[in-house]
């Protein structure tokens, strides 16, 4: 039963919050043309299933320090993964990860300008709790919130919650009615009961809402086509995989065209690209060989390419030939091997192609991070991709 509707209009002593609108965030403001998204700062290794030195361990005063330094050097975003164990367990330190949301929380306290994604694994929540764990990021964060709500596909992880495999497009059924509900709560300021098909709340109300009105940013990471339904329902930015810098723009058109028909014109669309960086060319790609060859984490690299084929649909677009290569290197970024100038070429090709920005990872975030701040960053200022 829903209670009587209280009245939306404060009386004296109410708290009146600020408003922030989404569109003035960084991933969506028109400040920086090309946006950067520091991804996977949340997991051991991060994107790069090597044995090789110089990979995130995953200690509080590593996370802070890198978190500093990406927002000194002017990205827009981190993105923390959800992630709750390692492909194969090779070596216990490399099942370090921190969770996505609380992760996004500490980070919010030490930094200023910075946005944080936060992953969501909407089997594993309920929206009552995502509403209330959202609005509470959004306020230490002044606004800076964003959620990337994925349906999820790693049945070795679910199983440690006891939950079964739910087959491909029902996950996205599941995951529709989850944002319906979770966006009455954003909204509604009248306590209101919810009785989907999967979903039930009764009297349901969560104050204070997040800083930004209506809701957070909301991306999400899907391209299959119940994953393209979904983003273009739902998001404001999508994050996908594509087989190659030559291959995406024909396939970004595509889904373009596929938001557009969806009635969401304005989905931005971003790739990733793995950027290993060196002096010389041949620097670069020696250092990409000794981490995903001669250092090849090949359990982890096996493991997770036996795990997600099938499973996540955007994956089976890698070319089967540098299939490992690209889940060791990456987690199937586009590699960007090469000095400054190349890796900007890359960047280049990425906007050029229609794409807003992209998620970025590196082998070494510390020495990552300091290259981008000095020799790439200066290249896209110059050519006009990105303000600062
Ligand atoms: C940039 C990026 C970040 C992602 N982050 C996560 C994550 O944190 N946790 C997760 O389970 N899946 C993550 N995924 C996988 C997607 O949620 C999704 O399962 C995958 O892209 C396949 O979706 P599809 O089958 O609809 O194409 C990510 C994908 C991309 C491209």
Known sequence: MTQAPQSAVPAAGDVVDPVVSPKDTPILNDINKFKLVLLSLNTARGTTLTHGEGTLQITWDETVRIAKAAEKAGLDAILSIAHWKNWAQSRPQYDRMWDAITFAAGLA??????????????PLFHPVMVAKMAATVDHIASGRLALNVVAGWNQSEFGMFGLPEIEHDKRYEYAAEWMDFLLKIFESDEPFDFHGHFLHGENVVSQPKPLQRPRPVIMSAGSSGAGMAFASKYADVNFGIYPS?????????????????????????????????????????KQFKYLVEDKLDRLSTETLTEMSMGKMHSVDVVAREHMYQQTAGGNWGFPLVGTAEQVFEGIKVMAEGGMAGMAVSFPDYDEGVARYDETIRPLLIEAGLRKF
């Open 109 to 122: 306290a030490v930094t200023e300008r910075i946005q944080f994604f936060s992953t969501v694994h909407i």
């Open 245 to 285: 810098l030559e291959e995406f723009p024909a396939i970004l058109a595509k889904a373009k065209a596929t938001a557009t028909e969806a009635g969401n014109p304005g989905l931005k669309f971003c790739g990733h690209g793995y950027i290993v960086c060196g002096d010389t060319e041949a620097d670069a790609k």
